[in-house]
């Protein structure tokens, strides 16, 4: 692989790499693939998340009066998307419940590998908030970088993509594309096949969700 993008974060936490191990296993059932992806989704968020900007509220504790530290800004926004970006979406929203959330809907065309645009439903003030993207698998990067170019068209300004797998090719022209936008992943895999699928990766990860093929 080439030097990877200062924007790239690799998650390399021990839980997760074993339970991507497990989620790449043929033999795991579909049950288990979506509740481990929904596992690894918080530990995923819990390093995309942790520069949130914090401001301090004054609060009493039993035994005195403190300025406590909370989130500050407006909520911030989850954008998951379709449909596999669901597999994500949950354990994000366990971590941030009161996150606002959109959608983008868009597949990949199977010959072309071009997204194509179905759907999009995004929260108001786009501008103010931290928006996280959400999809499990940047092959060709091909779908983020239209999801991005649709969040920016709304205005947002601080766009994170979270992905469970990446292969290198992906990362590297998300980082040409979109180089302010930072890239969370558990793994970066060795390339893409002449199919635009992650090699070894995981096959397709929204048919490994929803049992469709
Ligand atoms: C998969 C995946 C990404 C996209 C990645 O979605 O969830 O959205 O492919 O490939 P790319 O980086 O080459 O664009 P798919 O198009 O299979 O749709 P689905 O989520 O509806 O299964
Ligand atoms: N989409 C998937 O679901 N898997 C890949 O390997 C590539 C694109």
Known sequence: MTDSP?????????????KLTL????????????ALL???????AYEA?????LTTKRIATPLEAIDAPV????KLVFVSILRAGNGLL????????????GFIGLYRDPETLQPVDYYKKLPGEMAERPVILVD??????????AAVDHVKAAGARDVRFICLLAA??????????????????????SHLNDHGYIVPGLGDAGDRMFGTK
Do not use: W
Not at 6 to 18: E, G, I, K
Not at 23 to 34: G, H
Not at 171 to 187: C, I
């Open 49 to 53: 998340l942790r520069d949130l900007p």
């Open 90 to 101: 949950d354990g994000l929203l366990e971590l941030v419940p009161a996150a606002r959330v």
């Open 136 to 145: 499990p698998m940047l092959a060709t990067a091909n779908s983020a970088i």
């Open 71 to 74: 989130l500050e800004g407006k």
């Open 6 to 18: 200062a924007t790239l974060t690799v998650v390399d936490h021990p839980l997760v790499q074993h």
């Open 168 to 189: 290198p090719e992906g990362v590297a022209k998300m980082a040409a594309r979109h180089p302010d936008v930072r890239v969370y992943t558990a793994a970066v895999d």
């Open 23 to 34: 989620m790449r296993d043929v033999e795991c059932s579909t049950a288990k693939f979506r």
């Open 38 to 44: 929904r596992e690894i989704s918080t530990f995923l």
